[in-house]
């Protein structure tokens, strides 16, 4: 007979993955962030679709808390590491919402 193993909390792995692509969708009560992978070749073939790897959903007052915090961590990294690079079709959107450069 199989032993059963049972794993305390410290224990339990959560799943990792990586993207290099995500969407977001909104309703009216959530949004939903699709994060994925896409393959060099696909982005060269500008394909729209890409493989989907997790979706989390959350309330809207929890997408822009989530916002303040990984804006204050990228600040944080810019100043101990330097500027982030971001693409140019992003740079007046970014400077629009942030001030930034």
Sequence with gaps: MADI???SEEEKQV????????EIVMGPYDLTFIFG???????KEKVKDFDE??????????AKASLV????I????EKDLGVIPIPPDFKERYKKLFGDK
């Design 5 to 7: 193993i049972r794993l």
């Design 74 to 77: 990228l600040n944080t990294y």
């Design 53 to 62: 790897n997790v979706k989390i959903s959350m309330s809207p007052q929890q």
């Design 15 to 22: 799943p990792q993955f990586y993207s290099n692509v995500f």
């Design 69 to 72: 915090i990984l804006k204050e």
């Design 37 to 43: 992978t896409k393959t060099t070749k696909q982005m």
